[in-house]
């Protein structure tokens, strides 16, 4: 395919101003390829493919040919300037025979195995078209309750979700990945507490879930009362639990696992502008937009690390460019969904219906580095309300022009905005803070509302090569005032901060603060500032250390609910692991002086099973679930290694059985225990787990920490309680990437590797 943006005139070529991650990122995830997998298009043919693709809409109202080349070349300029981009399936899909360019739905779940299984294949018609699914479960009847049809008892919402889980494991996105799911119960429904604690076992890894919270619930809390359940099949009464009692198994579980989440269902409602079509019960899988059964959101984000400038009176804020930049996005957003191809016809109804935008904003981090403010202060959270009171106005201000051209939405009459003061509006919400990690990447850009999740980190590629990683921004500054040094951004990717490090100045010190320096508070008080000017919700994820406590995650429950929040995901981070395999220990059968003893292929086989072994069999929790080691011995020392997967079974059980039997192998033909156990620690998988003392990378993790315990106990009769830390190279990344083997950052309720752009959610 020719260079479509210079051969139609465009007035800039993106590929000049891309970092080469972003073109790396847009070659992997965004280009058109044909048949071999070889791109066709350039990043400025993509971004003509959407311009003109998202234009064409303009013919509905009116616009001839040339009408419509004026707009597209309008949008490609928006797009190319990275001051605004809209989400990832419209830059995808555009323009493709695919053409389905939203990201989040939500699916309606009724008490009826006819709506649970139609919602099973729709939900895999939507994960296969590239979009994310939410729902509500709380229509379900509880476990054990009368099914009066078959003379038995239901199964209850968390056995039916097992049943979407497995779906979602057997659908692969455009065949590269599963799609994601967000589950949601309400806190009064009678199977509420098996719901808050079905993932700590490991299962249900293509879920997020969240508790739904009540206003009635939470007050309980405050007082130390008991609250009611209810059962929804019937509406009546189903017993009482102590609201404090349940708080803290919600409680103690996000700290454990990082779930559930919260989303705080009345104030929700209080926000939904349709209330005549029905109540919101349930979230996209990232908790950032709520939305009614059937319906989907289009997203984009303004790119907030654009508009500095830079005058006398020092950095400010470019309201103008801005406001102008948000009432174009807005009108791009809008002609989204007039060409978007929905995956169901009820979807495209609604869709059309209440025409719901999501505008957000990301390179939040940014623009507060540039203009000297600390993310963690009152100047930054002032800013924060003041630039999205900005965004939000300008945006509706844009969404009421539209609808004096275009019309209100069609369901418009009956809606909170039907009032003789409100007059028409085109869209039912305009802003939303949604997740930017793989926007951010191509936009060069921080993420979201996030801080920065790292200043340098290391990038491992091919064997242990290391690649150091630094913020654009800190560069620029470090070589401008003349400590920028190899050495230096190294020593940063190692520490995992700046702070401390005598080399950089206290004052820029003081404002590359990144997610783990930063007190949690302060990220729920930045939630707050935006969410305070938010149509739907605010994406954020609030990151604790790895010694937070279970109290700690408590209050920061208690002030999201006191501020305005409508919901709060948080992680909290292992105790640093190494990212990369260390190099193995010299073994003890050395044939010098510190030299490791070296045979050629062919020259040794392994000793025959003794028939009589000794041995400790440990339960560990893996991503993959409930994980059985047993390590054997005999006279000689460590002899074999076995594995059980629970019940989950499947590939990962097959993957750990092939890895038990190459150790066993290995230990019999005389290789080192302790060189096995430090190839195996540190090995990461997408879904870390918890475990008592510590974090268990994956299930290869896993064996390593059971040999270790083993080798303890054979040398001194003693088990080290918990998990043996690693002790190598230090950083704050968590869990490995599952596609490049990247460290992935957990920020605005997602997981994301910054190194190929991979996104846990859809």
């Known amino acids: 395919m020719p260079d479509a943006a210079r051969a139609a005139g465009y007035s800039r070529a993106i590929d000049e101003i891309l970092t080469p991650n972003s073109l790396k990122v847009l070659q992997k995830r965004y280009l058109c390829k044909d048949d071999d997998g070889n791109a066709i298009e350039n990043p400025s043919d993509m971004f003509v493919r959407v311009a003109e693709n998202i234009a064409s809409a303009e013919r509905v109202w009116g616009a001839d040919d040339a009408g419509v080349a004026e707009v597209a070349r309008d949008f490609y300029d928006l797009m190319t300037s990275l001051e605004f981009l809209p989400n990832s399936p419209t830059l995808m899909n555009a323009g493709r025979e695919l053409q389905q360019l939203s990201a989040c739905f939500v699916l309606p779940v009724a008490d009826s195995m006819e709506s649970i299984f139609g919602a ?33 008892v239901s199964s209850g919402p968390v056995s039916f979700m097992r049943v979407f889980n497995q779906a979602t494991e057997a659908v692969k996105q455009g065949g590269t990945r599963r799609g994601a799911n967000m589950g949601v119960l309400r806190i009064d429904h009678p199977d509420i507490l098996h719901f808050i604690g079905c993932k700590e076992d490991g299962d249900f890894a293509n879920f997020n879930i969240s508790v739904a919270l009540t206003e009635e619930f939470m007050e309980s809390v405050k007082a130390g009362t008991a609250y009611g359940l209810k059962n929804p099949r019937t509406g009546e009464p189903a017993g009482e639990l102590d609201a404090r009692e349940v708080y803290d198994r919600i409680v103690e579980m996000a700290w454990a696992t990082g779930d559930p989440g919260i989303i705080f269902i009345d104030r929700i409602n209080r926000d939904n502008p349709t209330p005549h079509l029905g109540e919101i019960e349930s979230t996209n899988p990232c908790g950032e937009q709520p939305l009614l059964p059937y319906e989907a959101c289009n997203l984009g984000s303004v790119n907030l690390s654009r508009f500095v ?146 200043v340098s980190y290391v990038r491992t590629v091919m064997d242990n090569d290391r690649l150091i990683e630094v913020n654009p921004v800190f560069e620029e500054i470090a070589v401008k005032r003349g400590f920028y040094s190899q050495e230096l951004m190294a020593l940063i990717a190692d520490h995992g901060s700046v702070h401390g490090i005598d080399e950089v100045p206290e004052d820029i010190q003081r404002i590359f603060v990144t997610a783990h320096d930063i007190a949690p508070e302060w990220h729920i008080r930045m939630q707050a500032a935006f969410q305070t000017h938010t149509d739907n919700a605010v994406s954020k994820t609030v990151n604790f250390g790895n010694d937070a406590t279970a109290e700690d995650v408590r209050e920061v429950y208690d002030l999201a609910y006191e501020l305005g929040v409508k919901g709060v995901t948080i992680y909290r981070d292992g105790s640093k692991e190494n990212q990369v395999l260390s190099t193995g220990k010299t073994g003890k059968g050395a044939a010098g002086a510190g030299e490791p003893a070296f045979v050629r292929a062919g020259e040794i086989e392994p000793r025959p099973r003794p028939m009589v072994t000794q041995g400790r069999t440990e339960k560990i929790l893996t991503g993959c679930g409930n994980l059985y080691v047993t390590v054997n011995w005999d006279e000689e020392g460590l002899c074999e290694v076995f594995t059980q997967m629970g019940k989950s079974g499947g590939c990962a059980s097959s993957q750990s059985e092939a890895l038990s039997r190459m150790i066993s192998v290995s230990l019999r033909a005389g290789v080192d225990p302790e060189a ?25 993790d896993a064996v390593g920490i059971v040999m270790e315990h083993a080798l303890s106990y054979v040398e001194t009769g003693e088990v080290p309680s918990g998990v043996v830390k690693n002790t190598d190279t230090l950083d704050n990344l968590s869990g490995a990437c599952p596609e490049c083997g990247g460290s992935l950052e957990h920020e605005s309720g997602c997981a994301v590797c910054r190194a190929c752009g991979f996104s846990k959610c859809a």
């Open 120 to 152: 099973v294949r729709d939900t895999a018609i939507i994960h296969k078209s590239g979009g994310g699914t939410g729902f509500s479960f709380s229509r379900l009847r509880p476990a054990g309750d009368q099914v009066r049809s078959t003379q038995g």
């Open 309 to 454: 400038t830079f005058g006398e009176e020092g950095a400010v804020v470019a309201w103008d460019r801005l406001g102008d930049v948000v009432h174009r996005a807005v009108r791009f957003l809008d002609d989204v969904i007039e060409v978007n191809q929905y995956p169901l016809p009820e979807i495209d109804e609604l869709a059309r219906g209440n025409r719901k935008i999501g505008l957000g904003v990301m390179g939040w981090a940014d623009m507060l580095i540039k203009m000297g403010v600390a993310y963690d202060s009152e100047e930054a959270v002032a800013l924060g309300e003041k630039v999205m009171g900005f965004i939000d106005a300008e945006a509706k201000a844009a969404s009421r022009k539209l609808a004096a051209e275009r019309g209100a939405f069609p369901n418009f009459e009956g809606s909170v905005y039907d009032t003789p003061e409100g007059g028409p509006i085109r869209n039912a919400t305009v802003t939303t803070i949604a997740p930017t990690g793989t926007l951010s990447i191509i936009a060069n850009s921080s993420s979201g509302v996030e801080p920065l999740f790292a």
């Open 676 to 700: 096995i156990t430090k190839h195996l620690r540190g090995i990461r998988c997408p879904s870390p787990s918890w475990t008592e003392g510590g974090k268990v990378l994956s299930c290869a």
